[in-house]
C-alpha cells in the first residue's frame, strides 16, 4: 500500500478503533499501572516473555500512541516520549555518551542543553566544543579520537543561523560519529534530518507539536534497538517521563500541524515584509528573506521558513522593552510555536546566562527581540506591532 502522505499520518493514528467502541479519538489510559490477569501473567511480562503494559513509567498505551506518531512522522524506526524536551536531549546525550567521550555542538545551542553539556562536563568529564559548523573542513579540524557524537540545532535560536545538515552528516559518517538534530524550531512537517541520514532527532514537543502552549513535553527518535535501550535505561531509571494526559494532549495537536505550519508560515512571510519597511527596526532575521545568508540553504533543507522572526527595535533596550510592553495581541512570553503571536527579550530572558561578550558575537544584542508568528490575523498582529512601535516613538519625543 502506497504510505500515506504526512498530513493525513497526521491525523489517523495506530490504535484499533474497533477494541475501543469505534473511538474517532485515541483513547486516553490515564492510569499509573496495569492489573495483571495473574501472578504468573505478571511474572512473564516482568521477564518480557510477554508482551503487555505493566506500570506507566515503562509504558503505556495513549503515551505510546504519540511515540508510534512521532517515529512516522520523522520517518524513523522508533520514539521515545519525555517529560519535556530536556527530557529528550538529557536522556539521548546519556545514552551515546560516557566519561571520556566528546561531542561537538553547533554554536548557539538552546541554553539548557548548554547547561547539561556543562553539567555532563564537570561531573562525568565529557567534553564538549561548542562550534561554527561552516563547513566540513572546520568539523574534521575539531574531530579528536574521543569524538562520539555531533549534535546540531538548526535554524539556531534566535539568530536563525542555519547548520547544513548533509554537510554536517556527511564528516559525521566518514568519522563513524552518530549525528543528533534538535528539530524543534521545524517540526517533522518542515525538516526530516533523518531521512537526510541523521541518527536521532529530538523535539521540544512543547512548541510546534502541541501548538497549544498547554504541555511541556520532548520527543526522540531514533534506531529501534538504541530507542530501546534509552527506554529501559535513561528513560526508565531517571525518569522525564510523559504523562499519557500529556500524551493525548500532544496527539490532538499533531492533527493540526500541517495547518498551522501553514498559517504559521505564510503570517511570520507576511510580518516580515512589513517590519521590513518599517524606519525603526533592523537587522531583521528570517531564513526566508533573500538577503538572509541561510536562504538558499533553507531552501534546500526545509520545505518553508517557519514561524519565527528576530529583529531590532531602535534604541536598545529601553526602547525594546518600551515596544514589548505597548503590544496587546502579541504576548510578552518565552516559548514559541503556540497560536498566540508570542515575543521575548533574548539578552534578558532565554540568553541572559550567556556571557554578554559571548552574546555580542552571536549577535544578540540588547535591541534584538525575538518574534514567533501566531495564527491570528496578520491584519492584526502587523497592526499590533505597529500601534507599539508608533507609542515607543512617540513617548521618546516628549
Ligand atoms: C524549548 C526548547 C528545548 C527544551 O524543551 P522543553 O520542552 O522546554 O524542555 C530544547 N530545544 C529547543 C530548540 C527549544 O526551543
Redesign the pocket.
Known sequence: MKKRELETRLIHGFFDRKSQHGSLTHPLYQTSTFVFDSAEQGEARFAGEEDGYMYSRLGNPTTAEFEKKMADLEEGEEGVA????????SAVLMHLLKTGDHVLVSEG??G??FGFLEMANEKFQIDFDLMQMDSGEAIQHMIRPETKVIYV?TPI?PTMKLVDLEMVIRTAKKNNLKVVV?N??CSPYLQQPLKMGADYV??????YISGHGDV???AAVGPAEEMQKIRMTTQKDVGAVLGPFDAWLLLRGLKTLAVRMDRHCDNAKIIFEKLKKHSRIHNIIYPGDPDFSGHLLAGRQMNNYGGLISFEVEGGKKAAQRFMNGLKVVQTA????DAESLIQHPATMTHSVVPEEQRKKMGITDSLVRLSVGLESPEDIWEDIEQSLEKTFAEEKV
Open positions: 519525555f517529560a519535556s524536551g530536556m527530557g529528550a536531549v545551542v538552546y539548557c542543553t540545532e535560536n534538535d524543534t524550531f529530538i523535539h521540544s514537543a512543547t512548541k511541556i513535553a520532548g518565552v516559548s514559541l510555536g
